[in-house]
């Protein structure tokens, strides 16, 4: 007689892995704590473990601090209240937006505002949020990401493992984290406040800090879709 049928294993119990990626959610307000000495290179060790094809590894962080974040802060806040526009360097969303992409779009936004308190109409306080995105949200940690422009496109999805690996070990490490595309609208303006080669595409910048418990933003979680949505069997 097979000893597993008459006693079958217990159910396997849940991973740690589950509760952290259930955990991990865009944080858009910090307290000042600083990091521990140490730990943002930590963090970014961890990430690039993440799987990269042929181990190319692309992609570069640039910690700024000081005086060139400040600068970039405010060239940034600057070109967006002026309505600057700029090529981007890649294509984000798809153009034109499907309807039912867009609906999740705005799903999306009026959650962050609703919990804001900032109604449809207030334009000033919606575009005052937004302007945060070029501070960072404040936190003790910036980062600006950027690619070589000679990388093909799977190095975006190499990078993109990384950046969400980046975001898991903050998350394991009681940190909070929110990744910034806003910053790739304005991709010359970057590279000129910091003097990058030009041969260096912005992909993103990532906040990174001790999330501040009180920030109604801080507890918006977006709606992801069920499996039967997006896996196709085939047999």
Do not use: W
Not at 55 to 69: M, T
Request: charge should be positive.
């Amino acid at each position: 007689m097979d000893p597993l049928r008459t006693h079958p294993r217990p159910p396997p119990q849940p991973q740690p892995f589950a509760a952290l990626v259930q955990a991990r959610r865009s944080i858009r307000r910090f307290t000042d704590q600083p990091l521990p000495e140490g730990l943002l290179a930590q963090l970014l060790a961890q990430a690039r473990l993440a799987p990269s094809g042929a181990n190319l590894q692309p992609g570069e962080f640039i910690h700024l601090q000081g005086d060139a974040r400040a600068r970039l802060s405010a060239a940034l806040v600057e070109a967006f209240r002026q309505g600057a526009q700029e090529p981007e360097d890649y294509s984000y969303f798809p153009q034109p937006m499907p309807m039912h992409l867009r609906r999740r779009q705005v799903a999306a936004a009026q959650a962050l505002y609703r919990a804001l308190g900032a109604a449809r109409d207030d334009r000033a306080a919606r575009d005052a949020q937004f302007e945060r995105n070029f501070r960072f949200f404040d936190a003790p940690v910036a980062l600006l990401v950027t690619i070589d422009a000679r990388m093909g496109s799977g190095c975006y999805m190499d990078l993109g493992m990384c950046l969400y690996g980046l975001m898991l070990a903050a998350t394991a490490a009681g940190l909070g984290s929110c990744g910034i595309g806003a910053i790739a609208s304005y991709p010359g303006l970057v590279r000129r406040t910091l003097g990058l080669d030009a041969g260096q595409r912005v992909v993103c910048g990532v906040a990174l800090g001790y999330a501040d418990g009180d920030a109604a933003e801080n507890e918006v979680r977006t709606a992801r879709l069920p499996v039967s949505d997006f896996l196709r069997v085939m047999g």
